[in-house]
C-alpha cells in the first residue's frame, strides 16, 4: 500500500482535463478487456487442489459465478467469484459475467459451507453488474443480493475480496464485502456503470468518459477513498499480457493477508469488519443556524489531496499502455446494463 | 366514497395547481384537500400518490409521538461531482425545493401506543437517493431499535443509490445491511414497507430484507429500472412487471396493503413481532454486545422473582 501511495505522489506534471479522462477511459478499457484473466483462470494458477462447486439447492447453477475448494500456498480456502468467459460462446454462456439470483445464492451457500468448515474466503470481483432482465427479477435478484451482502458483513470467518475487472454495483459488492479488500492497478469499481450514469446524469450515453472520471472509479482513487485497502500492480502492458505474473502477484498478497487474519479472535474479526463498513462516507452536521460543520474536519481535504494525486499518477503510470487491443469486447458493449443506480 | 359537487365549472383554467391535483392513472381533477383527506390516495380510481416522510409519519404515527433524530446530518460532496450541476449546488436545490437536509427521517414514536423506531425515506429530495446521509439514518435506527429493543419498520421510496457520491453510497448498502443482520441476530423484528418507486441499491439492501415485506398497490418495486431492462434486454417486459403485485405473486412481498390499510396491518402485525426477551449469545453481536448482554441480564435477574 505503501508502495502505491508514493507513486502517487511523484507525478509532477498536472494532466489536462482530456488528458486525465482518456486515461480514465483507458483503465476501464482494460479491465473490461476480454482477454484479461478471470476468475477460474486466476484461481487455477493462484491456488492447487482446485474443486469446483455447483449449484444453489435451489433452482439451478449459474455459471456466471463460480465457486468451490483451494489450496493457496498451503492454505486451505473457499473460492467465490464472477466468472465472464474469454471467446463469444462462452461468454453467452457465462451470460458475459451478470449472474442471476441463483448465483448469488450459490454464493451464499458457498460462504456458509466456509464458516461451517472453519475455512476463509477469497473472492474475485468481475462483473458489469447482475443481470437485470425479467427472468432476474422474477425470482428476486434484489433480494439474492441483499442476503448475499448481509450475510457477508456476519461471516465467521475472515475474507479477502479482489476486484480483478470490473466492479460493477451491487451485483458486484454482493460478492466484495471483506475484512480487506484488493484490487489488481487496472480495475474499476462504481455505483454504476459509467454508461448508465452518462444516460441517467447527462442524459445520453456519449458522456460516459465524463461520468466515468466523475466516479473515481479507478484501483487508485477507490484507494484514496478507503473503500478498498490495496492496489496490487500488474505486469507492464496489463494483466492480460501476462496471466502467470499477475496471478503470482495476487497469490503473494492474498497468502499473506490470510495469515493475517487467520489469527484474529472470531469477534474482533466482525468488528473490525463492521466498523469498516460503518465508517464509509462522510457527512456534514448543520449547526442550528449557519455553515454545516463538517463532522470529521480536514477529512474531506485529506481525500481530495490523495484523489488528486492518484489522479496525476493515473497518467505515465506503471500500467499505462495504449494497447489497441485493451478495446472492450463488443459483445460486452452490447450487453452493457445501466443497471440499478 | 363522499361525492362532492365542484362549485365551479371544469374548465381547465379553473383548476389552480395549488387548489388542484390530476391523477396521473386517471386523469380525474382531485381537490387537494379532499386529497389530503383520503391520504393522497385518489378517490376515484386508488392511485397512491407519493407522501412526503412528515405526511407518511402522520399516518403512521400516533399524533405527537415521532421525535426525530439526527435531522441536522447533511451530505456533502466527498468526490468533487460534477455531471451537468455540481452535486453541492444539487444538494442546495434539493434542499430549497423540499425544506429536508437529505431523503431520510428517523427517529422512535408510537403506533397505537406500541413503541417503536420508523425510517421513512423521502423521494421528493433527490429522488429519495441513498447517500451516505440516508445510510447514516437507517443505520442509526437499526442500532437504536436494537439498543433499545424496540421493533424496527423502515418506509422505503428510492431511486437506488445516490451516484454522486460513487462507490461511497454503494457502501451504504453494505452498512445498512450489516447492522440490519445484528439486529435479526438480536432478535429485533424489522418491517419493511415498500412504497412507489423502490428501486436499484435500496431495494436491494435494507429495502428487501424485512422479516414481513409490505407493499403499496401498485408501487413500482425492482432491481433495475424498467426501462433499463427494456433497453438492455431485447424482450417485452411483462404486463405489471415490477409491480408490488409481481413481487407478492413472485414470493417477495407478504402482503399488498391500500394505504387506508397501512396502519392498522402494522399494528396487528406488532402483536406478533416483539423482541424477543432472550439474552444475545455473548460477544456475537448488538452494537455493544457486553454492556447490552450485562444489562439484559440484570434485567432477567431482577425480573425473576414475579416469575415464581
Request: hydrophobic residues 40%; neutral net charge.
Amino acid at each position: 500500500m505503501v508502495e502505491q501511495r508514493t507513486a502517487a505522489s511523484v507525478a509532477v506534471v498536472e494532466p489536462t482535463p482530456d488528458e486525465l479522462r482518456s486515461a480514465i477511459w483507458a483503465r476501464v478499457q482494460q479491465a473490461r478487456n476480454v482477454k484479461r484473466p478471470h476468475t477460474l483462470e486466476l484461481i487455477q494458477s493462484i491456488a492447487t487442489e482446485v474443486i469446483e462447486l455447483h449449484g444453489d439447492r435451489l433452482f439451478r447453477d449459474d455459471p456466471a459465478i463460480v465457486g468451490g475448494f483451494c489450496r493457496i500456498d498451503g492454505r486451505r480456502a473457499v473460492f467465490v467469484g464472477h466468472q465472464k468467459g474469454a471467446e463469444t460462446d462462452e461468454n453467452i454462456r457465462r451470460n458475459f459475467g451478470m449472474p442471476h439470483p441463483e448465483g448469488y445464492r450459490k454464493a451464499i451457500r458457498l460462504f456458509r459451507l466456509a464458516e461451517r468448515l472453519g475455512l476463509p474466503i477469497v473472492t474475485f470481483i468481475d462483473t458489469p453488474g447482475a443481470f437485470p432482465g425479467p427472468a432476474s427479477e422474477e425470482r428476486g435478484v434484489a433480494e439474492a443480493i441483499a442476503r448475499a451482502i448481509m450475510t457477508m458483513c456476519g461471516l465467521r470467518t475472515p475474507i479477502v475480496t479482489v476486484i480483478t475487472g470490473e466492479g460493477g454495483s451491487g451485483g458486484a459488492l454482493a460478492l466484495a464485502v471483506g475484512d480487506v479488500v484488493l484490487a489488481l492497478e487496472n480495475s474499476i469499481y462504481s455505483v454504476i456503470s459509467p454508461e448508465g450514469a452518462a444516460s441517467i446524469l447527462w442524459r445520453s450515453a456519449e458522456y460516459s468518459q465524463q461520468a466515468a472520471a466523475a466516479m473515481r472509479l479507478t484501483a487508485a482513487e477507490q484507494l484514496a477513498l478507503g473503500v478498498i485497502d490495496e492496489v496490487v500492480p500488474e505486469p507492464p502492458g496489463g494483466a492480460h499480457t501476462n496471466p502467470e505474473e499477475t496471478a503470482r502477484r495476487l497469490r503473494a498478497r492474498i497468502a499473506a493477508h490470510l495469515d493475517a487474519l487467520a489469527g484474529r479472535e472470531r469477534k474482533a474479526l466482525l468488528d473490525a469488519r463492521y466498523a469498516r463498513y460503518r465508517n464509509m462516507g462522510e457527512f456534514a452536521i448543520a449547526a442550528e443556524s449557519g455553515e454545516a460543520q463538517p463532522q470529521r474536519p480536514g477529512l474531506r481535504a485529506r481525500i481530495r489531496r490523495v484523489l488528486d494525486a492518484g489522479r496525476n499518477a493515473l497518467v505515465g503510470g506503471e500500467g499505462e499502455t495504449n494497447d489497441p487491443t485493451a478495446d472492450s469486447t463488443d459483445e460486452a458493449d452490447v450487453q452493457r446494463t445501466g443497471e440499478g443506480s | 366514497m363522499p361525492s362532492f359537487k365542484l362549485p365551479f365549472g371544469r374548465a381547465r383554467q379553473e383548476y389552480p395547481p395549488n387548489l388542484w391535483t390530476k391523477c396521473p392513472d386517471c386523469a380525474e381533477m382531485l381537490y387537494n384537500k379532499q386529497l389530503d383527506k383520503n391520504q393522497r390516495v385518489c378517490t376515484r380510481c386508488g392511485h397512491h400518490f407519493r407522501l412526503r416522510a412528515d405526511q407518511r409519519i402522520a399516518q403512521l404515527l400516533d399524533r405527537d409521538s415521532f421525535r426525530e433524530q439526527d435531522a441536522n446530518l447533511e451530505s456533502v460532496d466527498m468526490l468533487g461531482f460534477v455531471d451537468q450541476k455540481p452535486y453541492s449546488e444539487r444538494l442546495a436545490a434539493a434542499h430549497a425545493a423540499t425544506g429536508s437536509r437529505d431523503a431520510a427521517v428517523w427517529g422512535p414514536g408510537t403506533i397505537a401506543g406500541t413503541r417503536v423506531v420508523v425510517c421513512v425515506m423521502d423521494f421528493a429530495f433527490m429522488g429519495g437517493s441513498m447517500g451516505t446521509v440516508v445510510g447514516e439514518k437507517v443505520t442509526r435506527a437499526a442500532e437504536h431499535a436494537l439498543d433499545e429493543r424496540l421493533p424496527l419498520i423502515i418506509v422505503a421510496s428510492s431511486g437506488g443509490a445516490r451516484m454522486q457520491e460513487g462507490t461511497l453510497s454503494l457502501m451504504q448498502l453494505a452498512k445498512t445491511c450489516a447492522a440490519l443482520g445484528r439486529l435479526g441476530d438480536g432478535g429485533v423484528p424489522f418491517i419493511s414497507v415498500l412504497t412507489d418507486p423502490t428501486t436499484g441499491g435500496v431495494f436491494a439492501s435494507f429495502a428487501a430484507l424485512g422479516d414481513v415485506n409490505i407493499a403499496e398497490p401498485k408501487a413500482l418495486i425492482g432491481f433495475a429500472g424498467a426501462r433499463v431492462a427494456a433497453g438492455t434486454i431485447a424482450e417485452e417486459l411483462p404486463e405489471g412487471f415490477q409491480r408490488a403485485e409481481f413481487l407478492y405473486d413472485h414470493g417477495f412481498a407478504d402482503l399488498v396493503v391500500p394505504r387506508a390499510k397501512l396502519r392498522e396491518t402494522l399494528l396487528g402485525l406488532l402483536r406478533y413481532m416483539k423482541p424477543s426477551a432472550q439474552v444475545e449469545r455473548a460477544g456475537q453481536n448488538g452494537s455493544s454486545p457486553l454492556g447490552r448482554s450485562a444489562q439484559l441480564f440484570d434485567e432477567l435477574i431482577r425480573r425473576e422473582p414475579t416469575h415464581g
